[in-house]
């Protein structure tokens, strides 16, 4: 039976599983939203390893699905705030907007510092900008024969976890890309959208509440935790 750790917890932070679309994490930092409880907000520094920042992008609360980042920079949605900008910038990030129509760059572009996968229908000019400012290789791909690269996959500087339906072709893609270990699996008993509903990196993993010991397992393992027991 795997219970919860400080490296790994099960926990509903913003009242539904979906914490990858509302908070960003990276082994430096986390970015959430303004009207996030001060206990949740502890909870996840505790278990991260990190200090959070209270922000937004582009004024909304998705900063998950709004923003991709990692230890070298972060790229965010075209529709940013200056303020914004301006406060990620004090905190020594590398910031550019994605570049199109296309706002929720979080839910396209899974990402360590080792190497990027991005959705296919992302233009030559928006994989250069995602090159340059997180300073990483780019390779272009649907996955699970969807677009939404972001959205399937958890993946830190240690390990990977990636929607149950990936092919093992998939998976060694992936594993070639981030230069890291992983697994395919579930959280939230069931739920494949793994990026969308698990907040990640090198130090811990939040999980959706009703995840169940056997997907608790499974993340441990695939994200490099098992290393540190």
């Known amino acids: 039976c795997i219970r919860d750790s400080n490296m790994l917890r099960r926990i509903n932070i913003v009242d539904n599983p979906n914490i990858g679309v509302f908070i960003l994490a990276t082994d430096d930092l986390a970015v959430v939203p303004y009207n996030l409880l001060d206990e949740k907000v502890k909870l996840i520094e505790e ?17 998950g699905s709004l923003a991709v980042a990692n230890s070298n920079g972060i790229v965010v949605s075209p ?20 570049p199109g129509n296309y706002t ?13 996968i991005v959705s296919p229908f992302l233009s030559d000019e928006a994989v250069k900008v ?17 677009d939404i690269i972001g959205s ?10 990636m929607d149950k339906n990936a092919t093992e072709t998939e ?38 509440k ?18 540190d027991l």
């Not at 209270?54 to 609360?61: D, L, W």
């Not at 200056?82 to 910031?95: A, I, P, T």
């Not at 995602?130 to 024969?145: A, F, P, R």
């Open 79 to 98: 529709h940013v705030l200056d303020r914004e900008v301006k406060q990620f910038e004090e905190l020594g990030l590398n910031v550019a907007t994605i």
């Open 210 to 227: 009703e995840s169940t010991g056997p997907e608790m397992a499974r993340v441990e393992e695939a994200l490099g935790f098992l290393d």
């Open 104 to 116: 929720a760059v979080g839910n396209i572009v899974a990402a360590n510092d080792t190497g990027a």
């Open 152 to 161: 399937l996959i958890t993946v830190t500087n240690k390990g990977f976890l």
């Open 130 to 146: 995602i090159e340059d400012t997180l300073d990483v290789n780019v390779e272009s791909t649907s996955m699970v024969g969807s």
């Open 171 to 208: 998976v060694d893609f992936a594993r070639d890309v981030f230069g890291v270990e992983g697994d395919i699996g579930t959280v939230g008993r069931g739920i494949s959208l793994v990026g969308a509903c698990s907040l990640a990196n090198s130090s811990g993993a939040i999980v959706a």
């Open 47 to 63: 278990t991260l390893e990190v200090d959070a920042v209270k922000s937004s992008i582009s004024g909304c609360n998705l900063i």
